[in-house]
């Protein structure tokens, strides 16, 4: 059996230098690849690197976060740009550059990015609509970004659904190339995503007891285009539930998704991988 992890943050793990133990962990529990998720400029270049430690294992992103985005969101975002010029730049020439780029160094998708009100500060209004405005700000510059790279697009949507699918419609974005990680929301909001062809992707919130409204989701977007992750270290599934999250636990996620939907482990692993192949270019 074989489970991809499609959003984790390994960074923590790294630093800590916990991962060697986390991977084995993972790979005894089935989860055989992961995707590393980049939030801010501070983890690009670690994540990438473990990339390259872990190929086949480990793959990468890129992205602002909306909670990384600050009153210098536009510096943060060009380098973004360059980030993504320089890795696609050595994999069509397949050559290395001065800053050490080779052609499996390529991320597999563009996020995580986008709107974020819950974070938002709660004793300063004015301040909040700034720090909103910014995340707009920044949302839009990356998303262009991904409409002109032509890449999957990871997308952080919290408090502010609507805006976020307001601002991707405008933008042009290839609405098959979005998902919306940790998807939270009802069913009528996943149909909003199915009608334009995007996807969403669960945690272990699915397993949580009061979840009525993400299960029903997941059965509104259907097995064939259901992708789960763990977002560890955040979210931790049900029996961990209160302890932090690795990748490993994503298999309680797989085992009680399995449950919903009626169907084998084995039978819901290797249809969430499919998908998750096909999607980030696995």
Excluded at 219 to 229: C, I, N, V, W
Aim: proline share 5%; glycine share 8%.
């Amino acid at each position: 059996m074989h489970l991809i992890d499609t959003h984790t943050h390994l960074d923590g793990f790294a630093r800590r230098g916990e991962l060697p133990a986390v991977l084995d962990r993972a790979r005894a529990a089935g989860v055989t690849s992961m995707i590393s998720i980049g939030t801010d400029s501070d983890d690009w270049a670690l994540i990438r690197d473990l990339a390259v430690a872990h190929p086949g294992v480990v793959h990468f992103t890129v992205g602002l976060h909306p909670c990384s985005v600050r009153e210098n969101w536009a510096a943060e975002v060009a380098q973004l740009e360059a980030f993504w010029v320089g890795a696609a730049a050595v994999a069509a020439h397949g050559a290395e550059t001065e800053a050490g780029w080779k052609p499996a160094l390529r991320p597999v998708a563009l996020g995580e990015c986008g709107l974020d009100r819950f974070h938002l500060p709660k004793d300063d209004p004015a301040r909040a609509e700034q720090v909103f405005a910014w995340q707009m700000a920044a949302f839009a510059f990356q998303l262009e970004l991904t409409k002109r790279l032509g890449c999957p697009l990871v997308v952080h949507s919290r408090g502010a659904f609507a805006e976020t699918v307001a601002m991707i419609d405008v933008s042009g974005v290839d609405w098959t190339r979005v998902v919306f990680h940790c998807f939270s929301e009802g069913p009528d909001e996943m149909a909003e995503l199915v009608k334009r062809g995007a996807f969403g992707s669960f945690t272990g919130v699915l397993t949580y007891k009061n979840a009525e409204n993400v299960r029903a989701s997941a059965l509104a977007q259907g097995l064939e285009r259901l992708m789960l992750e763990t977002d560890a270290p955040y979210l931790t599934p049900v029996p961990h539930r209160g302890k932090p999250n690795e990748p490993a636990f994503m298999r309680h996620t797989a085992d009680y998704a399995a449950g919903i939907f009626g169907v084998s482990v084995e039978t819901l692993a290797a249809v969430t991988s499919k998908t998750a192949r096909a999607f980030f270019g696995l």
